[in-house]
């Protein structure tokens, strides 16, 4: 008899290192068309697995931040 092996479940979108565009696009509050927007124009970096694009979280941030010293008045 195999002895049981560990259930290995994906972790939630709040502590993934890496985020699909649905779920990038809601953590800095914009859609996904906007977000793929960015994407093209290399705005914001991807990583691509395959056909599928991911956002580093940490890259989200920094993009935020970058935006936001942008456009103060």
């Known amino acids: 008899m195999h002895p049981a ?3 290995v ?5 709040a502590q993934a290192l890496l985020l699909n565009l649905p ?6 509050g914009l859609t ?6 960015l994407v093209a124009s ?3 970096p991807v ?3 395959g056909r ?3 956002v580093r979280r ?3 941030v920094r993009w935020a931040e970058r935006a936001e010293g942008r456009h103060r008045t």
């Open 58 to 60: 940490a890259t989200l």
């Open 42 to 44: 290399g705005e914001i």
């Open 23 to 28: 779920e990038a696009s809601s953590v800095i």
């Open 9 to 13: 479940t994906a972790a939630p979108a």
């Open 32 to 37: 996904v068309w906007q977000l793929r927007g």
């Open 5 to 7: 092996s560990p259930v």
């Open 52 to 54: 599928k694009l991911y």
């Open 47 to 49: 990583v691509k697995v």
